[in-house]
Nanobody
């Protein structure tokens, strides 16, 4: 079992920056990929960025060059550094951790943290 605790959300002006943190606890040894998703009002949840246990990263086209995902294995924490924020980035951001056992992948989710970007 994995528990995810998020922090860092809030209100920021367009062009500003914000860093989200997600600390994992529980069966942390089983975590493979960690990721950030977001869901804006009236839209489906989408993948923002992901990072594997080996450090490989993937980003949504809409955030490439502006967001950076990183991982501190010693602290069992994943970060999302967001820069040059736009009003379109306003959404609830969710931390995700994937665990694998016997070929079965299970997703764990944080509670979500609100990011609001004002014009």
């Amino acid at each position: 079992q994995v528990q995810l605790v998020e922090s860092g959300g809030g209100l920021v002006q367009a062009g500003g920056s914000l860093r989200l943190s997600c600390a994992a606890s529980g069966s942390i040894f089983s975590i493979d990929t960690m990721a950030w998703y977001r869901q804006a009002p009236g839209k489906q949840r989408e993948l923002v960025a992901a990072i594997t246990s080996g450090g490989s990263t993937n980003y949504a086209d809409s955030v490439k060059g502006r967001f950076t995902i990183s991982r501190d294995n010693a602290k069992n924490t994943v970060y999302l550094q967001m820069a040059s924020l736009k009003p379109e980035d306003t959404a609830v951001y969710y931390c995700n951790a994937a665990t694998v056992a016997w070929g079965f992948t299970k997703d764990h989710w944080g509670q979500g943290t609100q990011v609001t970007v004002s014009s």
